[in-house]
């Protein structure tokens, strides 16, 4: 089985920046594709980036695109997610996840339906 944890969440002001890691433990973390999800109050479970086993491919949802990074070191079973000029409104949970079957598209990679090991989530705070 594969335990993961996320760390880096805390409180950050409109335009600031923030970095997420993932530490994943059991498994084969360096065959796993990765995810980045985030869910405020009274919202559902929405994607924001995903990154191939092998790095070949990255995917960022369009709100988030030019501004986060996804990134991963599988030397360290950890995984990373970069944020920049962070907005009030993307106050959220952020949950990193893993999978470890081939999803063909990037939209099938979006969905937390397709990623089998989730973390526990950590809280990002964006102050107005």
């Known amino acids: 089985q594969v335990h993961l944890v996320e760390s880096g969440g805390g409180l950050v002001q409109t335009g600031g920046s923030l970095s997420l890691s993932c530490a994943a433990s059991?498994?084969?973390?360096?065959?796993?594709?990765l995810g980045w999800f985030r869910q405020a109050p009274g919202k559902e479970r929405e994607f924001v980036a995903a990154?191939?086993?092998?790095?070949?491919?990255?995917y960022y949802a369009d709100s988030v695109k030019g501004r986060f990074t996804i990134s991963r070191d599988n030397a360290k079973n950890t995984g990373y997610l970069q944020m920049t000029s962070l907005k009030h409104k993307e106050t959220a949970v952020y949950y990193c996840?893993?999978?470890?079957?081939?999803?063909?598209?990037?939209?099938?990679?979006?969905?937390?339906?397709?990623?089998?090991?989730w973390g526990q989530g950590t809280q990002v705070t964006v102050s107005s």
């Open positions: 059991g498994g084969t973390f360096s065959s796993y594709d």
């Open positions: 990154e191939r086993w092998n790095v070949a491919n990255t």
């Open positions: 996840a893993v999978d470890q079957y081939y999803r063909p598209s990037s939209y099938l990679r979006s969905l937390a339906r397709n990623y089998a090991y």
